[in-house]
């Protein structure tokens, strides 16, 4: 195969969710059908790459390493901590309106198994906003799955008993291990209706 091609099919293979059969269609379409959606498509990314930061307070997604507009939004119950784990995630829930608190991002779960401790994670900039008596309360929306399992847990020995924080876990209409960004929005409203005490 082509050397530029091959290495353009490598990049999109390596994003998440994308399998060798549709990098090539993405790779092709782009090269050759739509070379004007190929510029858009390198303009966007090479301003996201200079603008993007996440969010100091929630790990979220920002600009400039400003608060995002979610923890800068007054009319919110900023103390109510939804904690995901990740962006995608939280936007999925964003989109369900159901929400009104802000979030955490966690960046993943913890698992021995992939050797992912609590300092790989962005725990330390959530310890701090409860250090700070800015949390009053966490909902749990991780994944229903062993590593969510033991992430839970964590934060509430490591988060919620430290700092007298109450703490509850999204109820879940959804089958074992699947992820929240992938639900619908019906599906989401009900299982943060259907949270429980942790
Ligand atoms: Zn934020």
Redesign the pocket.
């Known amino acids: 195969m082509n050397k530029a091609f091959e290495s353009l099919c490598a990049s999109f293979a390596r994003l998440p969710g994308m399998g060798r059969k549709s990098a090539e269609r993405a790779a092709l379409h782009l090269a050759f059908a739509d070379r004007k959606q190929a510029e858009i498509l390198i303009e966007n990314l090479r301003r996201a790459l200079d603008v993007l930061t996440p969010?100091?307070?929630?790990?979220?997604i920002?600009e400039n390493n400003a608060?995002?507009?979610?923890?800068?939004d007054s009319s919110r119950n900023l103390s109510s901590v939804c904690l995901v784990e990740t962006a995608a995630d939280m936007a999925a829930i964003e989109k369900s309106g159901a929400w009104r608190g802000?979030?955490h991002v966690l960046g993943g779960k913890i698992s021995p198994i992939k050797n992912i401790t609590p300092n790989d994670l962005n725990f330390k900039v959530l310890e701090e906003r409860a250090q700070r008596g800015e949390i009053s309360e966490i909902v749990l929306a991780l994944s229903n799955d062993m590593e969510g399992e033991a992430t839970c847990h964590y934060i509430s020995k490591a988060i919620a008993e430290k700092f007298g924080i109450s703490l509850s876990r999204i109820g879940f209409g959804l089958p074992n291990g699947s992820q929240l960004g992938f639900a619908d929005t019906g599906t989401i409203k009900s299982a943060l209706a259907s949270r429980k005490v942790f």
């Open positions: 969010c100091p307070k929630c790990c979220g920002s608060l995002c507009e979610i923890c800068s802000s979030y």
